[in-house]
């Protein structure tokens, strides 16, 4: 939707919730200043209301929806409390600072919620309504009222309570589904059927609060939009009671992404998305899980061949959105076992190589094998392997196998096969040390005179399966060579890095035959 096209009646107010239903997720109690630093966040997005917190809960509580009162800028500034006229004052005391604040005061409408948790009569509940809303509206213009339950409630009574609750003040109507139990059909029905019925319903905001017991939040969330209301009550990475909110994120690029079917607009800086998850989930200790929408690690990565191949000819093959428009840098294309050749060669150009067809085949082979053994594939493993190609085309020792039994008791064996100039050759030798044991092997099957001068290991990459560098000199005749192996397994990584160096050795004596013999 272009800016000419917008319209105030096409306009979604965000209402985020995070600092209050978020933080009510077991386990995502956020301290004084991280809930200051998430509000901050929030205001300078473009966040319409802040429901910073509980006043009444605690005076924690209380400090903070204050404090952030006295701060926010452009949102407005929103408490909770419950129908009790001390929680409303103490609400009210909260918000009072604010540039623009609003009460948010709620009572459940459901016959299980009446009969079991407020255990009072409907007419009881009405009467309630009127006069929580009453007392709110003495202290502010701004004020919401939510019938908790609304899903499960009589259609009838809840027309009723909206009626009576715009009357009495409300200016907004919030009908949650607040154990997450509607379908998309029949959330959008009842705000269709209440916006047409209730008389005075023209003169408030509806609003959704959705939450995700059965998945269905942001689709609830957009459902009710389309039946009329034009606030969405959300939390940043959909965290809150149980199963969660909807989430901010997707809500919001829900309406950027599929405008032509959800024509509405919001204020939000959609490029502050991924920030925004990520001060949430360090706030809260709540990881966002990998592939969730919008700002999951993996909502912008491709490891499957196809997918890479066709990401390389054109990024709109398979992302529906540009990362850049939700904060991320670029698109990943993850090296995996699914990674297919487009993949790998587009990522060795990106990392500066220029290899031939045959060295792009042989790094290839080596890439798969690692990729099996290996869960994820960094940029230094795939530099790794190419370095090795490097070093390791046209060597005249090769190793084709190698096993080693090693432990406490020892002592420690080896067995290795070696491709030596085209013959195989097969040894087995005990060492002190399980790599003792493989260079004994390396000697055996290559006599030399070469001495040992370095051998040293660390990880290519971080994490228990991450490659082994290991770095050997060799030296004789007064020259010294030194070369560099990477694997998973460290042995291997030995075995080959020695026998690269020996490789050295071979070669730079071949080359000194012919000058020999020339002088």
Not at 21 to 28: F, I, N, V
Not at 332 to 347: D, F, T, Y
Not at 449 to 457: D, F, H, R, T
Request: hydrophobic share 40%; net charge negative; proline share 3%.
């Amino acid at each position: 939707m272009t800016a000419t096209t917008k319209s105030n009646q096409d306009r979604v107010f965000i209402f985020d919730t995070t600092l209050r239903d978020g933080e009510q997720c077991p386990g995502a109690t956020m301290t004084f200043e991280e809930k200051i630093r998430v509000a901050e966040l929030l205001d300078t997005m473009g966040v319409d209301i802040i429901e910073a917190g509980y006043p009444f809960a605690s005076d924690g509580d209380f400090e903070a929806v204050r404090e952030i009162a006295r701060r926010a800028n452009n949102a407005v500034i929103c408490g909770l409390s419950r129908a009790a006229h001390k929680d409303i004052d103490r609400c009210a005391e909260a918000v009072r600072v604010a540039k623009r604040g609003r009460i948010h005061t709620f009572l459940s409408t459901s016959p299980v919620h009446m009969k079991y948790k407020l255990q009072m009569e409907a007419a009881q509940v009405y009467e309630m309504v009127i006069s929580s809303v009453t007392r709110a509206r003495n202290h502010i213009d701004d004020v919401e009222w939510s019938a908790e339950d609304a899903t499960r409630t009589d259609f009838d009574f809840l027309c009723r309570c909206v009626e009576a609750a715009i009357k009495a003040g409300a200016t907004t109507i919030n009908l949650p589904d607040t154990v997450g139990y509607a379908v998309p059909e029949e959330y959008y029905d009842m705000f269709k059927r209440i916006r047409s019925i209730v008389p005075n319903s023209d003169k408030a905001i509806f609003s959704v609060h959705c939450h995700n017991d059965l998945g269905m939040a942001v689709a609830n969330s957009i459902a009710g939009v389309n039946g009329g209301a034009r606030q969405i009550e959300c939390t940043i990475n959909g965290i809150g009671e149980r199963a969660g909110n909807a989430a901010l994120e997707e809500v919001v690029m829900a309406m950027r992404v599929r405008n032509d079917k959800v024509p509405y607009w919001n204020n939000i800086e959609s490029t502050s998305l991924t920030h925004a998850s990520k001060v949430v989930s360090a706030a809260t200790s709540f990881p966002v899980q990998y592939n969730k929408a919008i700002v999951g690690r993996n909502a912008f990565a491709h490891e499957s061949g196809i997918h890479q191949d066709g990401m390389i000819k054109n990024a709109s093959t398979y992302e529906i959105m540009l990362p850049e428009t939700v904060g991320i840098s670029a698109t990943s294309l993850v090296m995996g076992k699914h990674s297919g050749r487009a993949g790998l060669i587009h990522k060795l150009e990106e990392l500066g190589y220029k290899l031939s067809k045959n060295q792009i085949d042989d790094v290839f082979v080596r890439f798969k094998s690692l990729a099996d053994r290996k869960k994820e594939i960094y940029d230094e493993d795939i530099e790794a392997l190419v370095d090795q190609e490097m070093t390791s085309s046209h060597d005249h020792i090769r190793l084709v196998s190698l096993s080693v039994i090693a432990g406490t008791r020892g002592p420690q064996r080896a067995t290795m096969k070696l491709d030596i100039e085209g013959t195989a050759k097969l040894a087995e030798e005990e060492g002190n040390g399980p790599v003792d044991a493989v260079f004994n092997c390396i000697k055996s099957l290559v006599p030399h005179e070469a001495k040992l001068e370095l051998y040293q290991v660390h990880a290519v990459t971080a994490g228990t399966d991450a490659q082994a560098e290991v770095s050997v000199r060799l030296s004789q005749d007064g020259r010294s060579v030194t070369s560099r192996a990477s694997d998973p397994d460290t042995l291997v990584a030995s075995a080959q890095a020695y026998l690269s160096a020996l490789n050295k050795i071979v070669k730079k004596k071949q080359r000194d035959m012919p000058s020999v013999a020339a002088g």
